[in-house]
């Protein structure tokens, strides 16, 4: 198996979950935040990711000394388990304030209350001792094109994106784009989006992206493509690597289990450009499938941890100057036929 030298392996407590779906209850107990964090040390990762009210559960009812008391806490739980916070990021999507989406609901207290939260969020990564703030935007858009205006939701994002990064100087903001669920149409769809929105900015330097997977193949776009992309700006500062059949519901799928040369091309991006060398996570963003007995609760991570060792071992062995040969000949149609002999292996 590859060395995992320069990668660290993240996940969140909400990747270990209880089945329910929008047709049927939970099909797995629930299981207390020590049990999860417990897991993912057996399991070999390295880091947690959190929501705000991950790290600080009913976070809008609590005083911000309170807020930081429970977060230091926290920090304390990790340290003692040698386990890092990767990320924290505000769920915004929660909240009766943020019914029509938060920085960009046309109710100005429901903005209000977003900056709000958004700033106690960053309080927490710096108790947490991260500078990563991750924003899945997820209600920043709308259900038909009258309600909003996608100049103005753009403006306001950027005011709200200013907020915070005047808030603390040393956060970053990793913006994860995803086209659609729960909104029709999200405003900030593609990392291209992304990128663009930084410049609106008044530092666009401290926000970059997360590539999800599953989020890319929604859009219609290829996972590894995304990466590059943001990586070509240097701003690929996590991912949330699973898997998606084809433009359904938002699956979180295991690592590789839809498409295996998907996958492999996106460890190739990743490797091939020195991903992690500045201390990025490799996070995975997968739910069980709903048959999944309590048992089994946290396979899906281990699978898809170990699926991206095996494919960095096939990144690490692939034939690079055969396939440099085959491109300058055009041959494209062997280069297709060598990475799928690749796969299959011996
Ligand atoms: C949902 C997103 C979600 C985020 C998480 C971190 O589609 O992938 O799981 O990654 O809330 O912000
Ligand atoms: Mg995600």
Redesign the pocket.
Known sequence: MAKENQYKFSF?P?NISEGADPYGPTTRPPQPFDWKLAKLKELGFDAM?F?DDDAVPDIDSKSPDQVRKEAKELKKKLDDAGIFAE?V?P?L?FSPMTIDGAYTSNDPKARKYAIDRSLRCIDIARILDTDLI???L?REGTYLREAKSAKRSTELLAAALDKMLDYDKKIRIAI?P?PN?PMDIAYIPTMGHAMALAHLTNDPKRVGG?V?S??AILAGLDPADEMEFAMSFGKLWSV?L?DQNGLKF?Q?KPFGCHSLRSAFNQVRALERNKYGSKGECVAF?VHSFRSTKIEHAVDHLAHSRKTFLRLLEKARTFDEATAQKLIAERDYQALDQMAIEHLLGK
């Open positions: 969140g909400w990711m929501h990320m990021a769920r999507w991750v924003l899945w997820a994860e995803k669920e997360l999800e599953a989020h949330h699973n938002d979180d963003d």
